[in-house]
């Protein structure tokens, strides 16, 4: 949490001063306002997927990583496409202006909480005014689980990027003993035919050599 930013309030005279403190807060700090706010209902059995939405977000974010708090439209068109969502960034303004969460005509950047609130169908205004009960024990074992998972599958996407290497050092070193053995068929046939060639020159030379004598 940044410091001087309380993690169990938002600052703010009114809702929408609060859903922007919200929104300016770190991926992780916005996810576990999410987790806290709802843990007892859809919460806790969804923490490890919106640990997985802060580590993309902070992949996806190459300027602020883990200190960034919203993504532009194309990297968030990116978050969309890496979880198989059929919702557009487009849709997602004009449900949020719908419910007011949104109030500007033009928005540049797409913090995570206007994501999760599409996604988890939320009602901001009850969000930004959830109690944030204490699930820190809760929200770092389902972070843990996350990060094994996600370093199970670095190491998967390691080994299968080592055979791929392997197999295709393979190939090539059985292309190359391939052309090695082309290259001495054709060594030896051209010898063979050089042999052939100068035997055949020996005998006419013979024969012209023995008809001259016979004159």
């Known amino acids: 949490m940044a410091e001087g930013r309380d993690a169990y309030n938002l600052s703010g005279d ?3 001063d609060k859903l922007k403190d919200l929104c ?18 859809w ?4 923490a490890e997927k919106l640990w997985a939405y802060v580590h993309k977000c902070n992949d996806l974010d190459i300027e602020q990583h883990e200190q960034g708090c919203a993504l532009d439209e194309l990297n968030a068109h990116r978050l969309l496409e890496a979880f198989d969502e059929t919702l557009t960034v487009r849709a997602m303004r004009e ?7 949104i109030k500007e005509k033009r928005v540049k950047n797409v913090p995570l909480t206007h994501y999760l609130l599409c996604r988890f169908e939320v009602n901001w205004e009850e969000l930004v005014n959830a109690n944030q009960g204490d699930n820190k024990e809760e929200l770092e074992e389902a972070e843990r689980r996350l990060d094994e998972v996600q370093k199970a599958l670095e190491e998967s996407k390691q080994r299968d990027a080592e055979a791929a290497q392997a197999l295709q050092e393979s190939i090539s070193s059985e292309n190359a003993a391939k052309e ?3 290259a001495a068929v054709a060594a030896a046939e ?12 020996q005998k006419e030379e013979a024969a012209t050599a023995a008809a001259a004598e016979a004159k």
């Open 14 to 16: 009114n809702n929408d």
């Open 24 to 41: 300016g807060r770190t991926y992780k700090e916005q996810a576990i306002w999410f987790l806290n706010s709802y843990w007892e209902t």
């Open 43 to 46: 919460g806790e059995e969804n």
């Open 95 to 101: 449900t949020l202006r719908s419910s007011g969460a």
């Open 180 to 182: 090695r053995e082309a």
């Open 190 to 201: 051209e010898a063979k035919q050089k042999e052939e060639a100068a035997e055949a020159k």
